[in-house]
């Protein structure tokens, strides 16, 4: 059914979470891997945090740079590439910063969570990309001075305007949208499910667990995205 959806379909998106690289080594943010040291990510992944302490908010940016620099795309984001190649139109959304939608080929994908191998000026706002690891200073520092930050996305933080504004622009013109390894509840990311759903699109999730939205989806595919989504694609002749 999914399969034939997907043929038909001539305009798709897409929303991954952690879930989606968990099979490529990393921990996701909630599930037995989301703790360090004793901290939750919910903690450290705030400005107020990175304002107390930098340098333990770096320290911990700096290790899931490690571990991220380590992990290679697994067979759901080369699944997500493909797919990418056949549709007519086709968006990315991802709340991932490790960059493994892009090592796999995906060429058009919205960072609504920002990239963590982007650090930020948080004093002149310049931008640059470090995939340092480690990095050799923490935190790094500006040539203005400033304290640099990872240019992710915390907690109390707005979304990028112009990704955002993209992310929900594909939500409404989808006719088929696929919601995978993602708990869904961290907003205003977890919203383009159901603005997908409230615009007519045909709305597929694939999780190893239930998730607020499995009650609205028209098919729950349960497993790993890494079995289930080159599954979708396979027989493709
Ligand atoms: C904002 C930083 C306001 C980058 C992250 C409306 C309603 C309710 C709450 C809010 C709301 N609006 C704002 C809020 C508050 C907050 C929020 O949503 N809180 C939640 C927790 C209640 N939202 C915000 O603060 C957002 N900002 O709205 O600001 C504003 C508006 C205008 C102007 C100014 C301010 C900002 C949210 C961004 C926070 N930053 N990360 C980083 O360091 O990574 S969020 C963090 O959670 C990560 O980005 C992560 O991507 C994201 C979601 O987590 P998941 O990706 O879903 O990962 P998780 O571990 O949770 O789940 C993994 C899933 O995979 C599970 O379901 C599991 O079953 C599944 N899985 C596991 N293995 C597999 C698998 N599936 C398939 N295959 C497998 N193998
Ligand atoms: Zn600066």
Redesign the pocket.
């Known amino acids: 059914m999914v399969r034939d959806w997907l043929k038909s379909a001539s305009s798709v998106a897409v929303l ?5 690289s ?2 490529s080594g990393l921990p ?4 037995p891997g ?1 703790l360090w040291r004793q901290y939750r ?2 903690d450290l ?1 705030r400005p107020e945090t990175f304002a107390r302490d930098p340098k333990l908010v770096w320290e911990w ?1 700096n290790w ?1 740079r490690s571990v991220m620099a380590r992990a290679q795309p697994n067979a ?1 984001h080369r699944a997500l590439a493909g797919i990418e190649q056949r549709s007519a139109q086709f968006t990315l959304i991802t ?3 490790d960059g493994l939608h892009d090592a796999a080929g995906s060429r058009n994908v919205l960072k609504v ?2 990239d ?1 191998w982007t650090i930020r000026c948080s004093v002149c706002g310049k931008e640059r990309v470090d995939r340092s690891d480690p990095l050799p200073e923490l935190p790094p520092r500006c040539a203005c001075g400033g304290v640099e930050r ?1 240019g ?8 990028p305007k112009d990704v955002w504004a993209q992310s929900e622009k594909a939500a409404r013109a989808a006719e088929l949208f696929f919601v ?12 383009l499910v159901g603005l997908a759903k409230a615009s007519g699109a045909k709305v597929v999730e ?4 239930e ?1 607020p939205v499995s009650a609205i989806v028209d098919a729950s595919l349960r ?4 079995e289930i989504l080159p599954e979708l694609v396979q027989h493709d002749v």
């Open positions: 991954t979470g952690a879930g989606i968990a099979e996701t943010f909630r599930g989301g990510a919910e992944a940016y899931r759901a709340q991932n910063v969570h920002g963590i990872p992710v996305v915390w907690f109390g933080e707005s979304l995978i390894g993602t708990s869904a509840v961290v907003y205003p990311a977890a919203g694939i999780n190893i667990a998730t497993g790993p995205a890494s």
